[in-house]
């Protein structure tokens, strides 16, 4: 019997979350599992690339966007005839969210696909933005122990310290965790039943239940065994900041339990404790009981402004005039994607 093919069953997905927290093998299981348009990387069209071409309503910003991002690897890793696209992007797209479903509709499209889905982590910061523009969207936010994405965190060197400090250490990664989640989780009340949590741990302990859990969110099949067989990208190749891990060693849990030391431990649950707990974690530590709430508030207060005001900066139409716009040369610097992913599309397309 053929299922039928529901409205939910095709509506776009963002995965999103602090980085750090799973999101890339969780849309490698999506690629993995059939239906979905491969592309593989992270678009970052609206927390990168398009709050650096100003209002989009206007054609001269949306040529300029269209020309760097067609120079670059976002392009290259899409597999589409680009004139099949232009007329429309330079007509009618408005913001970044008619720029991106332009660009993967023509992805399922080429691809004869059922549905496409995003993977840029930090948009978890734009949902509501998200949701204005593609209001279809569905939303699966991942969620991982705070401990443990501070410790890759702080190994990566991901977050951008204080001007006055070389690097940031596992506490402001801690604290930039309980930030990121916390808006998300905000956000994602606002979106009924099209938001989904899931944990970590749990896909990595119980990949078939979190995954059941999945297909009925998305209307759509996602079969455990078949993920395996295609493994693409993270499924096979874990996408860890401790390289010395292979697919058969890969241990992502309580990592923390061994890196950091007890004071670190006490410190990180001191200021981020009622956070982890009240997402189900278990403290180690008295550490949460070491600061008052007004104690931990100040602590955390410089950090939670200092990403409050860079949040704000990319937003800002007034700083967005004093920078020029990003050349492609500059979008293949900060983004994620794999080039070679059209030729794997095809490859699966060839097998099925």
Known sequence: MTRSISARSRMPVFVVGSPRSGTTLVYDMLMSAGGFAIYLGESSIFNVVAP????????????????????????????????????????????????????????????NAQRWAGNTPEEILYLPLIKRTIPD??????????????LSLSRKRYIKPFPWKKRENAIGAAIYWEWIVKKGRSFGRMLGTHYKEIWFER??????????????????ELVYDRIRRTALGS?????????????????????????????EIAEIEGLVGETLAELGYTLATNGAAQYSKIVRARKKLAY???????????KSVVLRALRPDFTSQQIDEVVIADEKGPEKARHLSAQV
Not at 54 to 64: F, H, P, S, Y
């Open 235 to 263: 499924v096979s190749k874990p996408n860890t900041s401790f390289q010395a891990e292979s697919a058969e060693e890969f241990s992502p849990v309580e990592r923390w339990r061994k890196q950091f030391s007890p004071a």
């Open 304 to 314: 939670q402004l200092f990403f409050n005001a860079k949040l704000w900066a990319k």
């Open 137 to 150: 969207a569905l939303v699966i936010h991942v969620i991982r122990d705070g401990r443990d994405v501070a």
């Open 203 to 220: 896909l990595v302990s119980d990949p078939r239940s979190v995954l059941s859990d999945l297909s009925s969110f998305l209307d759509q």
């Open 52 to 111: 650096r071409f100003g209002d989009l309503g206007l054609r001269k910003n949306r040529q300029k966007m269209w020309h760097a991002w067609l120079g670059s690897k976002l392009f290259r890793a899409s597999g589409i005839d680009p004139q099949r696209v232009e007329t429309k992007i330079l007509d009618s797209c408005r913001n970044a969210g008619d720029f991106l479903r332009t660009i993967m509709e023509e992805i399922v499209r080429n691809q």
